[in-house]
């Protein structure tokens, strides 16, 4: 890296330049870029859950989590169309692609599953017992003294990091957590 100027992609240009050279420089050898990452949400399917390997243990002897992963069509059509609106949106600026844009093959520009880190659920909140895990507190059904604090409640999520809404979440579950403890039911 050129320390002079800061910018890697002067160096062996001569780039020694400072203020109005600088930006000149920048203009002249890097140009503008502009870049779009679209996230969305992923529905629950069948073919995407985790359990415990028959095999695998840790270095206690615990069995690990294994996991099965799948993107439904609902995923593949989203992405699809996020592509088709970044090509519009940037061909309405005026920009030039550095390289094709890519709207024929979901797989090939969908991001493999855990890599966002903004994975949610696998411990769904509801109103039932026979399709969730826990009821509108985070409480699971089965045990009663476990509240489930963090993302597993969760069903989807949209294209934001969830860590507000966990943390509301929380801080609700708490105090319900507070008065059931004071009413002598947990």
Known sequence: MNTATGFDWLHGRGGYAYGK???EDARRYYGCRQGFGAQGTMVPNDDTFCELDPKMKDQWGIPVLRFHWKWSDFELRQVLHQQKLIAELLSAMGGKFSGP?????????????????????????????????????????????LFMADGAPFASTADKNPTLTIMALAWRAVDHLIEERQKGNL
């Open 101 to 145: 844009p890519e709207t024929a093959d979901a797989l090939k520009v969908i991001r493999a599953g855990g890599a966002v880190i903004h994975e949610v659920g696998g411990a769904i909140m509801g109103e039932r017992r026979p399709n969730s895990v826990t009821n509108r507190w985070g409480q699971t059904w089965d045990v009663k003294n």
């Open 21 to 23: 050279a600088l930006k």
